[in-house]
C-alpha cells in the first residue's frame, strides 16, 4: 500500500521536485575520488611544509656556520636520515595518488559522463509505465497527496553542479596533479636528488684548504635551496587547487 501512495506522489510533483528524486546520495565514485583527494591533500601540504622549512630555515642557518665543512657534513647526514618509512611513504605515496586521480577524471571525461559528483541518479518507480500512460489513482491516494502537497512545495530541491563549474574543477586537478607529480616529484627526482649524490662526494681531504668547501656549499646551498623552492611552490599550488575541486565537488 505504501508503494502505491509514493508513485503517484511522485508523478504529480513539478520538475524541481522530481530532479531533487532524482538525486540520491551515496555514489562509490563520489567516495573515492574524495577520498584521494584527501588524501593528496595532505600529502602535498606535508611536502609543501617540508620544503618551506628547508629554504627558510634550515639552509640559511647552515649557510651561516663559519665551517663550511659542517654545513656539508650536517647536509650530507640529513640526506641519509631523511629517507625512512614516514618520507617516503609521503614523498612516494602523494604522486601515486596525483596518477590515480590523473586516470579516474580522464576515464570519466573519455567516458563522456563528466567527472563523478556526490550524486548517483535514479529513476523514481512508477512515475510513468514501460507504455507511457499515466497509473491509475485510487482515493486514498488522492488524499494522500493533498496531505503532503503543501510539504514537497516547500522542500528546495539540491543544485546539481554546471557543466562549466564541472570542467573548472576537472582543469583545477589536471593541474594540480601535473605540478605535484612533475613540478615536485620530477624536480626531485631529476635535479635535488643528483645534487644531493654529488655532495656525498666530496672529500676535503684531497683539496687541503677550506676556500674549496666554502665553494663547493656556496654553490650546492644555491642551486639547491632554489629548486627546492620551486617543488615547495608547486606542492602548494597543488594542495590549493586539489582543495578548491573537493570544495566544489557536492
Not at 649557510?63 to 659542517?70: M, N, S
Not at 624536480?187 to 665553494?215: C, F, Q, R, W
Request: glycine share 8%.
Amino acid at each position: 500500500m505504501q508503494s502505491s501512495i509514493a508513485d503517484p506522489l511522485v508523478q504529480h510533483q513539478n520538475p524541481q521536485q522530481q530532479a531533487a528524486g532524482r538525486r540520491k546520495p551515496g555514489s562509490k565514485q563520489a567516495l573515492f575520488r574524495s577520498v584521494l583527494l584527501a588524501l593528496t591533500i595532505l600529502g602535498s601540504g606535508v611536502l609543501a611544509g617540508l620544503y618551506f622549512i628547508f629554504s627558510v630555515c634550515v639552509m640559511p642557518a647552515l649557510d651561516e656556520q663559519p665551517d663550511a665543512t659542517v654545513a656539508i657534513d650536517v647536509m650530507n647526514s640529513i640526506n641519509v636520515v631523511i629517507i625512512n618509512e614516514y618520507f617516503m611513504l609521503v614523498f612516494m605515496g602523494t604522486p601515486i595518488l596525483a596518477v590515480l586521480l590523473f586516470l579516474q577524471e580522464l576515464r570519466f571525461l573519455q567516458l563522456g559522463t563528466g567527472a563523478p559528483n556526490a550524486y548517483a541518479t535514479y529513476q523514481p518507480v512508477g512515475a510513468t509505465s514501460t507504455s507511457g500512460t499515466t497509473p491509475t489513482m485510487t482515493g486514498s491516494d488522492q488524499l494522500a497527496q493533498v496531505a503532503t502537497q503543501g510539504t514537497m512545495n516547500n522542500t528546495s530541491p539540491a543544485q546539481e553542479p554546471s557543466e562549466s563549474d564541472s570542467m573548472l574543477t576537472s582543469f583545477a586537478l589536471y593541474v594540480g596533479c601535473i605540478l605535484l607529480f612533475i613540478g615536485e616529484f620530477g624536480v626531485t627526482a631529476g635535479i635535488n636528488v643528483p645534487m644531493n649524490d654529488e655532495l656525498a662526494k666530496y672529500n676535503p681531504e684531497p683539496n687541503g684548504h677550506l676556500e674549496s668547501a666554502h665553494d663547493t656549499w656556496a654553490a650546492y646551498s644555491k642551486n639547491w635551496t632554489y629548486w627546492n623552492s620551486i617543488r615547495g611552490v608547486n606542492s602548494a599550488t597543488a594542495c590549493l587547487l586539489f582543495t578548491f575541486v573537493i570544495a566544489g565537488t557536492p
